[in-house]
């Protein structure tokens, strides 16, 4: 319990693959210091436990037992179309829990004091079709070392297909992004399954950045992971289904899956409140801390909202969770207090949707905005700030309107 959570923080970062365009944070971070010495200070005085809690151990077993029963009765009992719509949204929503709760934790050693343990959970990912491998270069790693920042941090990088960032390009169809890409969302799963992670292995390229391909355990975790994902969904039903049945089911399951990842993804960084900062001109260092950073690109939503921080792993908790991602997700409604006073005594803008439906406006919003002409014009570079910090954002908004 006394380790400090800047050894768990930091050792991530540290270990992560030297590139020649790495990015670098200013060093001096008073902020958080101060803001790991009120967390651990927690967590000393209150005996509670950042990892292996009681609490997850059971949500896990739920979630596992959500998802079994769902995907037996769809493929082994539901006979009627009308019966098979409800179940296959359960297995959808089941299959978008594990992978919030268990592989999330799991994967950034969030979930367990034992490595073993965390990689067991971080396999869970393997199942629903998608690599863990992969998933930690270019989520734990690159992610949550780069978040918003165009060129570095993959996920606000869907290509051609949407434009999120100001920094990115314009095309004339991006008018129309917000209406379009709330459909593309329900195809992430699909793209994962027969595209993105392959194509990842093939190239050794993850979150657009050269990494060591899988080898040994790794590589065989991946392709039996595959293998096990590929028979569930499509060689087990064509024994029991048709053809048409099976791929039809299979699409509808992922398409639900897939709206349901990007939507809980996408609303802490893709929204009106989140900064998108550059590095300073002719330079690869940021202006501000690493901690700072995380705290200026990141939005919480319905942190009030129980039933849906159980659903989605405390992800709404975005910004304890970059700062902190080793400490079980369990905990964040516990520490954002302290994160959120300390924030607000350093000049940090801690920054909230108060509901889930609010924060999916703002991302509507957005998306809209970055699809008209003359949005936030790329040459500014500026970073967008909380209104409540900094005039720069009506500086920025005049040239949105």
């Not at 491998?133 to 920042?149: D, E, F, L, S």
Request: charged content about 15%; hydrophobic content about 45%.
């Amino acid at each position: 319990m006394a380790k400090s959570i800047a050894t768990d923080e930091h050792s991530q970062r540290k270990n992560a693959p030297v590139v020649p365009d790495q990015l670098k944070f200013e060093s001096e971070d008073n902020f958080y210091r101060e803001l790991r010495s009120r967390v651990n200070g927690y967590f000393q005085h209150s005996g509670r436990s950042q990892r292996d809690c009681v609490r997850m151990y059971v949500k896990t077993t739920l979630v596992l037992v959500w998802f079994a029963a769902s995907y037996v009765l769809l493929v082994f009992n539901v006979t009627t179309g009308w019966v098979a719509v409800p179940v296959a949204t359960s297995l959808a929503l089941s299959m978008a829990a594990i992978g919030f709760n268990i592989q999330h934790d799991g994967s950034h050693g969030a979930y367990s004091k034992h490595p073993w343990i965390n990689k067991l959970m971080a396999m869970t990912l393997d199942l629903l079709g998608g690599s863990s491998y992969g998933w930690a270069c270019k989520h734990n790693i690159v992610h949550h070392t780069y978040a918003n920042i165009h060129g570095h941090d993959d996920d606000i990088d869907i290509g051609i297909l949407g434009r999120l960032s100001p920094h990115q390009r314009r095309f004339k169809f991006h008018r129309w992004q917000f209406i379009y890409l709330w459909f593309l969302y329900g195809f992430v799963a699909v793209k994962w399954h027969f595209y993105d992670d392959f194509r990842d292995v093939i190239n050794g390229r993850f979150g657009g950045r050269r990494h060591a391909r899988p080898k040994g355990w790794d590589l065989a975790i991946f392709v039996g992971g595959k293998a096990l994902f590929f028979s569930l969904v499509l060689v087990v039903p064509l024994m029991l289904h048709s053809v048409w049945a099976v791929l039809g089911y299979y699409l509808a399951v992922s398409f639900v899956e897939g709206i349901a990842l990007s939507m809980v993804f996408q609303l802490p960084h893709c929204v009106e409140q989140a900064a998108f900062p550059l590095p300073q001109t002719n330079s690869s260092r940021m202006e501000t801390s690493w901690a700072m950073h995380q705290v200026q690109t990141t939005v919480n939503y319905a942190c009030g909202n129980r039933l849906l921080s159980w659903f989605i792993g405390g992800l709404n908790f975005q910004i304890e969770h970059h700062l902190f991602p080793r400490i079980c997700h369990v905990n964040y409604p516990a520490i954002a207090p302290l994160v959120e006073q300390t924030c607000e005594e350093f000049g940090v803008c801690y920054k909230t949707n108060n509901t889930f439906r609010s924060a999916i406006a703002s991302h509507y919003r957005w998306l809209r905005k970055m699809g008209m002409p003359g949005a936030i014009p790329e040459e500014l570079e500026l970073v967008r700030k909380c209104p409540a910090c900094d005039a720069e954002y009506a500086l920025i908004t005049a040239f949105i309107k």
